[in-house]
C-alpha cells in the first residue's frame, strides 16, 4: 500500500508541476506578444522614427535625361534640411515621459502625485525645466537629460514639463 500510495502522490505531484511550467512557458509567451505589440506601436507613432524611414526609402539617385528640363535635380539647398519640431506637452508625455512618471520609476515622481511634485514646483518653473532639459541626479532617483531623448527640442521638452505640472494643479 505505501509503494502505490508513493507513486499516486509522485504522479499527482508531477502533473501539476506539468501544469505550472506550462501556465509559466504561456505567461512568457503571452508578454512577449504584448510587449512586441506595444513596442511596435509606440515605435510606429514615433514622429523621428517616421522621419528616419522616409529617409532610408528614399531614392539614392535621379536620372538626368539630355534635352529635357532636369530642373528637379537641382541639388536643394543646405536650408532645406528637415527642422526640428517643436511637439505639444500632451504628445511628449505620451511618447517619453510616460514610460517613467506614469509608475514612478527610477524614482520619477508619478504624474499627477501632489505631495511628491509639491517640493519640486516650491523650486520654480526655471528649475524644473533646467533639470528637464539637462538631466537631474537627486536622492529619490534619476531623470535623463531630456527624458532620454536628446533629438527633442528644448521647447519640446519645455511644453511636456508644463503639461506634467498641469495635471498636479
Not at 71 to 84: E, F, G, M, Q
Not at 109 to 129: E, F, H, I, V, Y
Amino acid at each position: 500500500m505505501s509503494a502505490e500510495h508513493d507513486r499516486k502522490f509522485f504522479d499527482t505531484f508531477m502533473l501539476i508541476l506539468g501544469i505550472l511550467a506550462a501556465i509559466t512557458i504561456g505567461l512568457m509567451l503571452l508578454a512577449g506578444v504584448i510587449s512586441d505589440r506595444t513596442a511596435k506601436q509606440f515605435r510606429a507613432e514615433d514622429p523621428l522614427n517616421q522621419r528616419e524611414t522616409l529617409a532610408r526609402i528614399a531614392p539614392v539617385a535621379k536620372v538626368a535625361v539630355a534635352g529635357q528640363d532636369n530642373t528637379a535635380l537641382a541639388v536643394p539647398a543646405a536650408a532645406a534640411t528637415t527642422a526640428a519640431v517643436d511637439l505639444p506637452g500632451e504628445e511628449v508625455y505620451a511618447q517619453i515621459c510616460s514610460a517613467c512618471h506614469t509608475a514612478g520609476v527610477a524614482g520619477a515622481p508619478k504624474s499627477g502625485d501632489k505631495a511628491a511634485w509639491g517640493p519640486r514646483l516650491a523650486q520654480g518653473a526655471d528649475t524644473l525645466n533646467k533639470h528637464a532639459l539637462e538631466g537631474f541626479q537627486g536622492k529619490a532617483g534619476y531623470m535623463p537629460p531630456k527624458g532620454g531623448r536628446t533629438d527633442l527640442t528644448d521647447q519640446s521638452v519645455i511644453n511636456a514639463v508644463e503639461h506634467m505640472v498641469s495635471l498636479v494643479k
